[in-house]
Structures are given as C-alpha cells and as structure tokens.
C-alpha cells in the first residue's frame, strides 16, 4: 500500500470503512465503463417483503449505492400477508429477465416463507449474496463464484490496511451463515487472504476471552453489544467489529448504534481497529456492487478487471 493510500484508510489505528469502500467503488466504475462500451449495463434486482423499518433502510440503501454506481436498479416489494408463491413468482421473473445480473431477497422473510426455499430459488449465477448452497459449496471448496459481501468486505479491509493473514491466529466470533461461517471458510482457504490458522467463537465457547487472547486477528459478529473488550484482546491485535447493535440512548432517537467490540478499552491496544459505524458497514454494501459487476461481467462475457 502506498504511503497516501495508507493515510486515507488509517487515521491512527482506525481503519475507515468508508475510505476503503470509496476507493473500491471507483475501481468499479472502470469495470462499468467497459461493460457499458459492449452495449451491458449491470442490474440488481433487490426484493422486499417486510414493512420492518431497518430492512426497508437497507433496501433504500442498496438501491442508492447502485444509482450512484451506474448499476440499473430493479425493486419490487411484496405485502408481508402476501402468499410465499407470490414471492417465488418475482424471483422466477428476475431469474428470467436479462438485464438483471444480480438478485437480492432481503431478509428475513415472513414466517410462512420457507427461507432455504428462497436461497434455492435464486439463479446461482445471479446469487449475489452468495447464500445459494451452489454458491456455498463453491465457497468451501474454494472456487469461490460470489464471495458473501460481509467477510468479503472484511477481506478487502484487512488487504487495504497491508494486513497479511497468512500465518496469522484469526479467530471468528460468531457461527452465522452470512458472516461467521463464511468469514472463517474465507480465512482458512489455501489463498490471499486466508492461511490463517481460524478459530470460530460461538454461544457456547467456554471461555471466549481465552480465545480472543491469543488471536493476533479477532473478527467480532456476535450480535452482542460491545461483548469484546480491552482485556479480551492482546496488545497489538487487529480488531474487526462486525456487530450493528441499537442500545438505548439519551439522544433525540432515544438510541445510538454500537459495535460487538467496546471501542473505547479495545482501541487502546488494538494495532487497528474498525469503528461502527463506518467500518464493516460500507464494505458490505461494496462488495454487493463488486459481485453485481462480476455476475454481469460473467453473464455477458465481458472480461472487466475487479479490484
Ligand atoms: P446471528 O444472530 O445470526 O449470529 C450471531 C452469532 O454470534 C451466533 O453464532 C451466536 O452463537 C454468536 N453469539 C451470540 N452471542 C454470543 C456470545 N455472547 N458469545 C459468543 N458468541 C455469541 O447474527 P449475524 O451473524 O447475522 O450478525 C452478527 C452481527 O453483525 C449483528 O450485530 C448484525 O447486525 C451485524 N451485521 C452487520 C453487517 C454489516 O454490514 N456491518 C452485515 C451483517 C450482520 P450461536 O450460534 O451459538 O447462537
């Protein structure tokens, strides 16, 4: 990394997010470029069916983020009530339409959709989330097609800030199917980025300090506000909050968003250390740009060099 790229991501030991994300987006705008001169523009269908705000906001976001890009942003939103055929239906139809590269469901879904259906349903060649079990195998036996944007995105932030995870001890807190399974599987793959020796945390990890303190890397994506502090870490550590939690607040909305890492006793040892917000967050939405760019680029058979 060059010395003016490093002060743009690193102001002390805060790796900024938002930095990284920008810089990656404008490395994406080349990738459009070219597919625009063969005639593609690249289109994410995003689908919506939930009045819950927070998924809303989401959605509203990933449309922006495609607008700004250049990415033709296709919405459709279903009632809650509405018969899970209906949903089935809507993915069918995108599956089918060209101009869409990328297919989003946004979760969760009502309860009466089956949730493995939905990731099934999607073309695995337009899974941009990367959830499809197609997808999913590709990604353990390292072949990955469309890596899961969240650890995709920490991926790249860990690349941006120089840090090499070869040799490393990584450990993951956190067993999800969108962030602690696939951030482990991305970090013990023979590849750049992964040879790291990884250890996956979970409810019900004995001793989670034990662990943490002997990571020379802890990816924190518990759900769990500011569950990993000063003490759980060892000088030097390189630290990625993961977490979006709302606690309460004595602030005009009542609440204020907090990470899975207590920021405050974590910064002071930590080497690096991402904030929340403006660390993991922006990189999700990028790497959801990144691999929307991708499917469009391996759909239309336009080579385009990613970043
Ligand atoms: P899930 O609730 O699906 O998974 C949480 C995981 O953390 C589970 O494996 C759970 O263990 C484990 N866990 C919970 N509490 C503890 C604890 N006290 N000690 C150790 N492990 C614990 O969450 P997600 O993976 O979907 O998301 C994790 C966090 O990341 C959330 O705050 C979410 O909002 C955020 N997020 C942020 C994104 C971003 O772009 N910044 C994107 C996606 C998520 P068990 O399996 O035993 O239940």
């Known amino acids: 990394m060059t ?102 469901v946004q979760m969760p879904v009502p309860d009466h959709v089956d949730k493995r259906r939905v990731l099934r349903s999607i073309d695995p060649a337009k899974d941009v989330d990367g959830f499809h079990p197609t997808n999913v195998g590709r990604l353990v036996a390292g072949d990955a097609r469309f890596k899961p944007c969240t650890p995709h995105g920490v991926q790249k932030l860990l690349e941006a800030a120089d840090i090499d995870t070869e040799g490393k001890e990584a450990v993951v807190v956190g067993r999800s199917d969108i962030v602690g399974k696939p951030m482990a599987n991305l970090l013990i793959q023979k590849a750049p980025g992964g040879n790291a020796t990884t250890t996956v945390c979970h409810s019900r990890t004995a001793d989670l300090g034990e662990k943490t303190r002997e990571a020379d890397i802890v990816i924190a994506a518990a759900g769990y506000p500011e569950l990993v502090d000063g003490e759980m870490i060892r000088e030097g550590a390189v630290v990625i909050d993961v977490g979006v939690n709302r606690v309460d607040a004595d602030n005009e909305k009542g609440y204020k968003l907090v990470g899975d890492v207590d920021f405050e006793s974590a910064s002071e040892k930590a080497s690096v250390i991402t904030p929340v917000p403006g660390g993991v967050g922006p990189m999700t939405i990028t790497m959801l740009l990144f691999n929307t760019v991708k499917a469009a680029s391996l759909q239309e058979d336009v080579p385009v060099e990613l970043p």
Request: aromatic share 2%; hydrophobic share 35%.
């Open 3 to 104: 010395e003016e790229l490093d002060e743009r991501v690193l102001d002390g030991n805060v790796l900024d997010g938002n930095a990284v994300g920008d810089l990656i987006r404008n490395e994406l705008r080349e990738c459009i470029a070219t597919l625009e001169d063969e005639g593609v523009t690249p289109g994410l269908a995003t689908v919506l069916m939930s009045e819950d705000p927070a998924s809303e906001t989401y959605v509203s976001m990933k449309q922006r983020a495609c607008e700004d890009l250049g990415i033709e942003s296709f919405h459709r939103e279903l009632s809650p009530d509405a018969p899970a055929e209906e949903l089935f239906d809507v993915v069918d139809s995108m599956n089918e339409n060209p101009d869409v590269h990328g297919i989003l």
